[in-house]
T-cell receptor, first 118, second 114 residues
Framework: DARVTQTPRHKVTEMGQEVTMRCQPI?????VFWYRQTMMQGLELLAY????????DSGMPKDRFSAEMPDATLATLKIQPSEPRDSAVYFC????????????????FGNGTRLTVT | AQKITQTQPGMFVQEKEAVTLDCTYD???????LFWYKQPSSGEMIFLIY??????QNATEGRYSLNFQKARKSANLVISASQLGDSAMYFC???????????FGSGTRLLVRP
């Protein structure tokens, strides 16, 4: 059963440290999304890639966040330096976009990385 | 402008009854897709159902069906025969083909009472 894999599942770090989150999308999917979920802001779109090309990263704080897709099997989200307000769950999702003209074309999510910055 | 609106922050339903979760959207794109996801307390995002803007029939998937009213720009999720395991957050999302952005609503927390 194909799935999106995110690592690490949990990360606790001190303010000022670099954090790297990784995502392995489902093979054959052409689009990868990064989201941040907090109680206050809900699911925020940070950045997304199509065919490995960045389409929009306007949702990210530019000075500290960066997202890359060095190859089709890996997407990364980095925070440097991290701050306590970055504490959240970060989700990666992948899918075929635009969705096939059929019902139930899913965009699959990974299990998320729960980041705590102290 | 808010792309996706879920007006029900929380809802209750009695076990075995049907429940409708509301979702309205705003887009000028003629081609788009609508998604519903379930997020249980464990935190994972589970895909439930998808409706394309050109689909003539409402999407169904097991106990889930999507009441798609294009002219009203609504895509309500109907869960039939609710089960205790349906208690979760439910998110509606839109993906516009012009931008390939997937934008989520604020979610509805559903509690199923035994």
């Amino acid at each position: 059963d194909a799935r999106v894999t995110q690592t690490p599942r949990h990360k606790v770090t001190e303010m000022g440290q670099e954090v790297t989150m990784r995502c392995q999308p489902i093979l054959g999917h052409n689009t990868v999304f990064w989201y941040r979920q907090t109680m206050m802001q809900g699911l925020e779109l940070l950045a997304y890639f199509r065919n490995r090309a960045p389409l929009d990263d306007s949702g990210m704080p530019k000075d500290r966040f960066s997202a890359e897709m060095p190859d089709a099997t890996l997407a990364t989200l980095k925070i440097q330096p991290s701050e306590p307000r970055d504490s959240a769950v970060y989700f990666c999702a992948s899918g075929l976009v635009p969705p096939l003209r059929q019902r139930n074309s899913p965009l699959h999510f990974g299990n998320g990385t729960r980041l705590t910055v102290t | 402008a808010q792309k996706i609106t879920q007006t029900q922050p929380g809802m209750f339903v009695q076990e075995k009854e049907a429940v409708t979760l509301d979702c309205t959207y705003d887009t000028s794109d003629p081609s788009y897709g609508l998604f519903w996801y379930k997020q249980p307390s464990s935190g994972e995002m589970i895909f439930l159902i998808y409706q394309g803007s050109y689909d003539q029939q409402n999407a169904t998937e097991g106990r889930y069906s999507l009441n798609f009213q294009k002219a009203r720009k609504s895509a309500n999720l109907v869960i039939s025969a609710s089960q205790l395991g349906d208690s979760a957050m439910y998110f509606c999302a839109i993906l516009e083909d012009s931008s390939y952005k997937l934008i989520f609503g604020s979610g509805t927390r559903l509690l199923v009472r035994p």
